[in-house]
């Protein structure tokens, strides 16, 4: 080495190595994500994506909790084994609500990107309870608790305005509704606003009857709702291969 | 290592020591090594070139690479290289094989496929693979369903229709199965009364004089009245999806499971108390295309029960 570079100016020195090496580290970390938060076309312009209601809201911190993610991911790749046998492959947009987002990388069982209304209700609940009296041949641990575990919602309110804080559009005020009805319409605007997030809550889950028991709001009544709205959101007859080519970036 | 050694080799230490004596030595590294971490480098200059690589302001560099497709409406695109686009290549190819035979199932009429031999050995396959991934769940791989939640597809009794058109009909749009609880309305002696009678009317031993009142109150119009649906003959009618009662096949209630008469009474008094507003089939119409959902209609039809 010409100029004089030694080694030991590092190897003595732990304040300067460590400095060093988070520079050398942050490097990677910023030229992969910074650009991500730049590129306008990273998330495709669809119709549809909402941010989820309360109750689906409660049933993602379960799947969260239990660690669904650990075994199950919701990410279909544009491959085409992929798309025959979970259909069209995900988009940025599908999870742009989603703090943090539960694309995985596990996958000791199926896909759930586009689970939503493809099995019954009756079907979810029976699986979760014991996957392998409807699918034998499943390494699916048993979540008998949550049909007996009541929804717990005191904090529901608390939950919902920090995702307001990452960015999910819940409204909390009046103009923050008014901007929502503009953009997801009357309808959906009224299950994202926040002062009345529990009745809405208590709404779906009398309506949906997802654990089929209408006595009470079990902690599966939130789960088989959150598993029942994956990938049903846009509505893919809307939108040809070349329009999505272009939301992914042509320049 | 003796130190004689260690000092005719010509390789330098880094320099500094460490306790006194304790020092490394700056050996370079192989050459091997030097050279494949080189070749990395050239690799991803042409990586950078040939493929989408580097953010610029808010696009990026779609390099030189491209792709050509066939789009949805057949006409050929050209695009830089990237995955949807190659999705739409592999796709093609997989599209071009399967047509024909696909193309020949929706257009040609059920009874004809059925006695195509060589369509039968597509649905044979297709099929068996389409209902894998989109049936089996419930209805289990050979379709053999799960008394008390989805029924079997194998065997001759059918809720809403055996025949391919109502095969079809049943995956294009779901179905929903609703019988209205009887638990407020009748007591529970009218309810025994009821599955004695049920239960006669597929042999079953049964206390005869609570079946006798039981008959009368299935085809009674004011008390229960369950010949409104099941029919006069209790033999179901498949408009509305309301089951034979008279033939041995059991959904909700678990009469074959059940070890003793007390229990099958009991299994079907639980069906009549508190109705059924379960068996929820979903719609497949949005999910498959339709000469999938017929492939699966001519599939399910043939699993051993179809009209």
């Known amino acids: ?251 | 290592m003796s130190k004689e050694k260690l000092q005719s080799q010509a390789v330098q230490t880094t320099g500094h020591a460490w306790d006194g004596d304790l020092q490394e030595y700056n050996n370079p590294l192989p050459r091997w090594w030097v050279w494949a971490f080189y070749a990395t480098i050239v690799f991803s200059i042409v990586y950078w070139l040939y493929f989408p690589a580097w953010p610029v302001g808010n696009g990026f560099t779609p390099g030189l690479g491209k792709i050509t497709y066939i789009d949805e409406k057949g006409v050929q695109q050209t695009t830089h290289w990237n995955t949807r686009a190659d999705l739409m290549v592999d796709l093609n190819a997989n599209a071009k094989i399967q047509q024909p035979y696909f193309a020949k199932v929706q257009a040609l009429p059920f009874d004809k496929i059925a006695k195509d031999p060589e369509l039968n050995n597509f649905i044979a396959s297709a099929g068996k693979q389409l209902f894998a991934d989109n049936c089996a769940s419930c209805h289990q791989a050979g379709g053999a369903g799960k008394v008390g939640f989805f029924p079997n597809l194998a065997d001759d009794d059918w809720l809403y229709g055996g025949t391919y058109e109502k095969i079809q009909e049943t995956i294009t749009g779901g179905r929903h199965g609703y019988m209205p609880p009887f638990g407020e309305a009748l007591s529970s002696e009218q309810i025994e009364q009821l599955a004695n009678y049920v239960l006669s009317l597929s042999g079953e031993k049964v206390d005869a004089a609570e079946a006798a009142a039981g008959n009368a109150l299935f085809h009674s119009e004011t008390a229960a009245g369950c010949y409104y649906c099941h029919g006069n003959d209790a033999k179901g009618r498949q408009v509305i999806g309301a089951p034979n009662l008279t033939d041995k096949i059991w959904l909700w209630a678990n009469v074959p499971g059940a070890e003793t008469a007390a229990k099958k009474i009991e299994a079907v008094e639980t069906v009549i108390k508190n109705g059924v507003n379960k068996g929820v089939m979903p719609a497949w119409g949005q999910r498959l295309k339709p000469e999938q959902i017929k492939v699966l209609a001519v599939y399910v039809h043939e699993l051993g029960g179809g009209k």
């Open chain 1, 1 to 251: 080495m010409n100029f004089n570079f030694k080694h030991e100016w590092i190897e003595t020195n732990v304040g300067l190595m460590l400095v060093i090496t988070m520079i050398v580290i942050s490097i990677g970390g910023l030229v992969e994500i910074v650009p991500l938060f730049l590129i306008k076309n990273t998330v495709e312009k669809v119709d549809g994506v909402r941010p989820y209601t309360p109750l689906e809201s409660r049933g993602r911190d379960i799947y969260v909790r239990e660690g669904c993610y650990l075994c199950h991911s919701q990410m279909i790749r544009p491959l085409v084994e992929e798309a025959a046998r979970y259909g069209h492959y995900s988009l940025a947009a599908e999870s742009q609500y989603d703090h943090p987002f539960q694309w995985g990388s596990k996958r000791t069982g199926p896909d759930l990107a586009r689970v939503g209304k493809k099995y019954s209700n009756e079907w979810h609940v029976q699986h979760l309870l014991a996957p392998r009296s409807m699918v034998p041949e499943s390494v699916m641990p048993n979540y008998p608790w949550l049909l007996t575990t009541p929804l717990d919602t005191s904090d529901l309110v608390d939950r919902m305005k920090a995702q307001r804080t990452v960015g999910v559009p819940y409204s909390l005020t009046d103009a923050e509704y008014q901007r929502n009805v503009k953009q997801f319409g009357a309808e959906t605007a009224k299950w994202l606003h926040i002062p009345d997030a529990q009745a809405n809550l208590l709404k779906q889950a009398q309506e949906g009857n997802y654990d089929g028991d209408r006595t009470n709001i079990s902690e599966m009544d939130a789960l088989v709702a959150y598993l029942q709205v994956l990938g049903t959101m846009v509505d893919f007859s809307k939108y040809d291969a070349e329009y999505l080519m272009k939301g992914r970036g042509t320049p």
